[in-house]
């Protein structure tokens, strides 16, 4: 006999959007991880850390025969706090990048801006002398860069895009963004120089990441693992009555696409006012466009 909660998870996992499925990901490795090293500590003599198997190791020689590590470590976290702020700060810079900039572009910042954190990371500890007694101890994980690559990205993209900071200050996002970069700059020399690292690279990656798409170059990563896992799915019904016309049919090229003209007045609409003040067909004009 089904759960009904389990059959609720999958139809939800199954039916969300490309957000919602990356961070069902994060929460179910968290409780998978956690689960499994209380049945050892509870049952097994020998303690079981998942830190060497899903952490990406400094050690480019480590690497060399975990190469998963590179993308399983965005996806771990050890700590519940970090599990929290890192799934709050992904939604709200996730929700915000997918409606101006669609699900794909969505998924390829976060996993290069993942990879690109982890590189810097790596590079500076084996470069550094700073850092020369690390690499052999030291591993990197949870999904912090692969944030900073959407956060920065979408702030570089909508600079002036207002925030209510504790629903009373406005504060343009690229001042938020600022911050945060500067803070992980000046946190290099702190307690967690190797997440530090990591956040800057991805942050670094989706600045530039953005920079070269506004000049006309594509960054779309072709995942076809990940294909089926962030493919909705449509239930198909077949009628015997007439189709209705719709801007939207199956096969066809969507004749109802938003002119380019009309993207740019309802982007420069939300970096003068925000977006609030985007009419309700304002903000349906720039969803459909998100997804094309």
Known sequence: MSNPLIEDIKRSFKSGSALMKIIYINVGVFLFVNIIELLFFLFAEQPISFLRLLGAPASPEELLFKPWTIITYMFYH???????????????????????????????????????????FAVSF?????????????????????????????????????????????????????????????????????????????????????????????????????????????KVVHSTTKKKKSGFNSGNKNTNKPSQEEIDRILDKISKSGYDSLTKKEKETLFKSSNN
Not at 93 to 120: D, H, M, P, R
Not at 160 to 181: C, D, E, H, M, S
């Open 78 to 120: 050890e700590g519940f706090m970090h599990l929290l702020f890192n799934m709050v700060m992904l939604y709200f810079s996730g929700q915000l990048f997918i409606s101006f900039l669609g699900e794909k572009k969505f998924i390829s910042t976060y996993i290069l801006g993942g990879i690109a954190g982890y590189v810097l």
């Open 126 to 234: 084996n470069l550094f002398p700073a850092f020369r007694y690390y690499p052999a101890h030291s591993y990197l994980l949870g999904a912090s860069a692969s944030i900073m690559a959407v956060f920065i990205g979408i702030a570089t993209y909508i600079p002036n895009f207002i925030v209510r900071l504790f629903f009373t200050i406005q504060v343009p996002l690229k001042w938020i963004a600022l911050g945060y970069f500067i803070l992980d700059i000046l946190n290099i020399s702190g307690k967690n120089p190797g997440g530090s690292l990591s956040h800057v690279g991805g942050a670094l990656f989706g600045y530039f990441m953005i920079k070269s798409y506004q000049q006309g170059r594509g960054f779309v990563l072709d995942l076809s693992w990940f294909k089926n896992l962030f493919k909705r799915k449509m």
